[in-house]
């Protein structure tokens, strides 16, 4: 997730797109970079590695520049390590084309190959720079050969915007993509395909950004770009496009967000915001690394060797908090297929690690990258022999320059303490990687395979399914808010799920709450069941469904207030006296669903109970020290 910016108007526009570039941090800060008019028809161009900050520093010496468009960018990387070379604004062989965009473009690779065979050369490593090419080449054959020639400013404009538009049209994947060609000094040019982009309209002005907090100080007039508008942004105008070049009409909307709300996209607090971004975070995830239809699991970035992967006699998982419990998740993925796991809390792992050879692969998940248990884990991993995977958010941090191989979860920055779409990644991301290990080791054939990558992109409907029962969940959670004590109990799949339940509670609403493995309540948990104690039993359709329905039984004979976490099939089965339903999937994938209203039980009882929700006491988002 990264944040762009855009204005062109009378203000000073450095210093408005400062301003929305400070406002959208948020959204990320490993580099940022602005782009502008000048009104020679030349741009100026700052990039730099690290804070907005930094930039302000750099640009504040210039002349002021009024009228002229300008675009900005804050990245969180995701194709090439934070910068100053892989930081946008990105141009184009000319050096009079520029653009910003926030996304993951899929197809890039192969657009990237044939524009190197035209003649095209590339500065950094990163997918953006391929749209830019895109567009010059694109401008060249429209131009026929050459874009130097003079010709009317409004030939101009409609040949850039041509060229935006066929280029846009080949890309594959998500963007919110702006771009200014020094030309047309007064023209921005915003495209959307499952990104965040919104235009605002002000008096001295008009604005394009990924969201209102960028230029809320000038304007709360927005339209909300849709997936597959083309935005065409002057000092007095704003049109809209479809991607064949019609002409769109898009409603302009009053909103009313504050800065702070803004930020959090109109959520109270970012914990929420995080929870509802989960659909969009997963499919980031999975975009580009299954393939349904050939039933094979492309993951290009990985470069794992097969026979490493065919050779591998265990699976070793190390992690921490909210990490540990994706680690479980996936040692249950794995063992489904035949592969032999193990999870261990990085910080107890100094034992394991000592028997552990070339033969094991260690897989270190871990969502920013630089939690210290989990990194001194993956050395003594290492020094034993292993070879190391890390599972990470976070591009470039400690834990990926130490290990083997990366694989990224691309859920973009997760602010609120207790983690939940981070979480989501994590366990997208072992899916991904099962089954790709298992179509190479031969426990997936190729039509389980194809039917395994179906079930997987079906995932985010699901739970939008289960994000808009949001009122009922948030009803239940109400009637437990003065519980001090909560038992989240379940099996096999979603035993970790159960730990990951109480976690958040414990996290954020400082309420005693267990995990338990169902089968263990008759071994010591079921003797603090008192009447009217919330048990919390995850009873989806699964072989072990009547042992969790025994438990469930066993709890409420025992007085138990029994809430339990229900799919369409086995809500017929479980016994409870309250319910909350989401669809029904293959036990397999449930642990991406059945956490989801776990998150929001604990967002509802923390904020009933007036916590601080983003930033618990005593807890940190990345924990550094031993
Ligand atoms: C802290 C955070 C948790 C997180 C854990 C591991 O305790 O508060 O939310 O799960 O660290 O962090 P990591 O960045 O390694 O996933």
Redesign the pocket.
Known sequence: MCGITGYVGSRQTDDVLIEGLCRLEYRGYDSCGIALAQKNGKLYLNRVSGRVQLLKNQVKERPPQHGMAGIGHTRWATHGAPSEENAHPHTDCTGELVVVHNGIIENYPGLKENLIDSGHSFRSETDTETIVHLIEAELKKICGGSFRKKAPAETLERNFFEAFRRAVSKLEGSFAVSAIWSRCPELIISARMHSPLVIGKGKDGNFSASDVSAFLKYTKQVYFAEDGDIAVIKKDSILFYDFKGNTLERKLTEIEWDAAMAEKGGYDHFMLKEIHEQPAAVENTLRGRTMPMDGDFVIRELGIPSYFIKSLEQIQFV?????NHAALVGCRIFGSFGIPCFAEFASEFSDRAKMLNGKTLVIA???????LD?IIAVREARAAGAKILAVTNTVGSTLTRESDYTLYTRCGPEIG???TK?FLGQLASLYILAGHFAVIRGTLDDSQAEEYAAELVKLPRHIEKILADEKNIRKTAETFSKSEHFLFISRRFNYPIALEGALKIK?ISYVHAEGYAAGEMKHGPIAIIYPGMPVIAIAVSSENLELVNGNMAESKARGADVLAIVDEKSAAIAKAAHYIKIPYVPEIFSPMLTVIPLQMFAYYIALSKGCDIDKPRN?????TVR
């Open positions: 992690a921490c908090g909210t990490a998940i871990s969502q920013s990258g630089e939690t989990t303490v207790a983690s981070a996290e807890l940190a988002k990345s924990v």
